[in-house]
């Protein structure tokens, strides 16, 4: 959903979920306008069927799961060690975080904070450590939009008062609204500032740069539920917010 001032209109939405006609609550184009539109939903109505491999990072033993069944409820959902045990805020960008492409937005990994176990749309497995929570922040809000099988991801990765209904809700609109592939619509991560942390919550301001160089803050909530870092999906989510630079922000971004 466009505010004013990002340079992209109303009736300009690169996504077709948040264009009028595709969206049948407010909850489901609340949520989806926390991340402003970050990322273009190229799902094709992938749904629970899809198979899906799961990797563990760092050189660990590979899960599958199978056709026709939740990756996430069929594999095995425990989480092996991280080395990262820091509890300091990062004030500059976190050290040893490299980048790699979904769908066409850069999201980061950490060998020492996660994702730990990463299959073809659920990544998971981050510790329980502020660059924890930020690399779940960047690759869950991302992951349960732009995934072939967002379902599990909602399921799974997501908790809060508005999930069930996102889940709802896009479920009819995809029975009507055609796929957007056009890439260059992508927003990518370019900062972030930790609003507030601690050990089982983390609230964090996210900077989404596009193409056109327009910027939105997008403030997101993590919160530490069964042995890792979930997205809280609330009821009413705030809109994200235009800016003009990235003073007071650390830059951060993998493209």
Avoid at 60 to 87: F, I, K, N, V, Y
Avoid at 146 to 173: C, E, K, L, N
Wanted: aromatic letters at 8%.
């Amino acid at each position: 959903m466009a505010e004013p001032g990002n340079g992209t209109g109303a009736d300009e939405s690169p996504s077709p979920w948040l264009r009028t006609g595709f969206v049948f609550a407010a909850a489901f184009v609340g949520f989806v306008a926390v991340i402003g539109g970050a990322v273009v939903i190229t799902s094709g109505g992938g749904g629970d069927g899809a198979t899906a491999s799961v990797t563990r990072v760092g050189g660990a033993a590979e899960e599958s799961a199978d056709t026709g069944t939740d990756p996430e409820t069929a594999a095995d959902t425990s989480c092996p060690a991280l080395s990262d045990h820091d509890q300091a805020v990062p004030e500059t960008a976190p050290a040893g975080v490299s980048w790699s492409l979904y769908d066409a937005v850069a999201l980061p990994v950490s060998r020492t904070a996660g994702p730990a176990v990463a299959g073809k749309d659920v990544a998971r497995c981050y510790a329980h450590t502020p660059v924890g929570a930020l690399l779940a922040s960047s690759q869950i809000s991302v992951r349960y939009l732009a995934a072939a099988d967002w379902r599990s991801v909602t399921r799974t990765q997501t908790v809060g008062a508005g999930r069930d209904a996102y889940i709802t809700d896009r479920t009819a609109a995809e029975k009507t609204a055609a796929p957007d592939e056009d890439s260059s619509t992508h927003g990518q991560i370019a900062g972030y500032r930790f609003v507030t942390y601690h050990d089982s919550t983390a609230v964090i301001d996210t900077v989404w740069r596009f193409p056109g160089g327009q910027m939105q803050v997008a403030t997101t909530t993590v919160l530490w539920r069964e042995g890792d870092w979930r997205l809280e999906f609330p009821a009413v989510p705030a809109a994200p917010t235009p800016v003009d630079s990235l003073a007071g922000y650390v830059l951060w971004g993998g493209v």
